[in-house]
Nanobody, 125 residues
Framework: HVQLVESGGGSVQAGGSLRLSCAAS????????MAWFRQAPGKEREGVAR????????YYADSVKGRFTIERDNTKNTAYLQMNNLKPEDPAMYYC???????????????????WGQGTQVTVS
């Protein structure tokens, strides 16, 4: 039974930081990738960052480059999203995705992932 459990969301002031976590279980973690997406009210879900859990290669949306960092700890089957200098346009429900079924060139497509977490809310005031 595959599970992705996100945590770390909350409310911060603009310019502040949050660190999201996504703990994965129930599938072969190390041979794949994980990603973070976000969805604000009234908007489509969009890709934020992706990491290959083996090589550590990363990809970022232009809107978060230089502010967000995706990392993984393979010993804990966990991916992280360090979010610094949060801006008013960053609030959303943040979702973890895993078990990539397409190459990194398709990382922004939701259909590239088999499994999704329930989301963690990020608010910026």
């Amino acid at each position: 039974h595959v599970q992705l459990v996100e945590s770390g969301g909350g409310s911060v002031q603009a310019g502040g930081s949050l660190r999201l976590s996504c703990a994965a279980s129930g599938y072969t973690y190390n041979r794949n990738c994980m990603a973070w997406f976000r969805q604000a009210p009234g908007k489509e879900r969009e890709g934020v960052a992706r990491i290959a859990t083996g090589s550590g290669n990363t990809y970022y949306a232009d809107s978060v480059k230089g502010r967000f960092t995706i990392e993984r700890d393979n010993t804990k089957n966990t991916a992280y999203l360090q979010m610094n200098n949060l801006k008013p346009e960053d609030p959303a429900m943040y979702y973890c995705a895993a078990d990539c079924v397409a190459g990194p060139e398709w990382w922004l497509l939701q259909s590239s992932y088999n499994y999704w977490g329930q989301g963690t809310q990020v608010t910026v005031s």
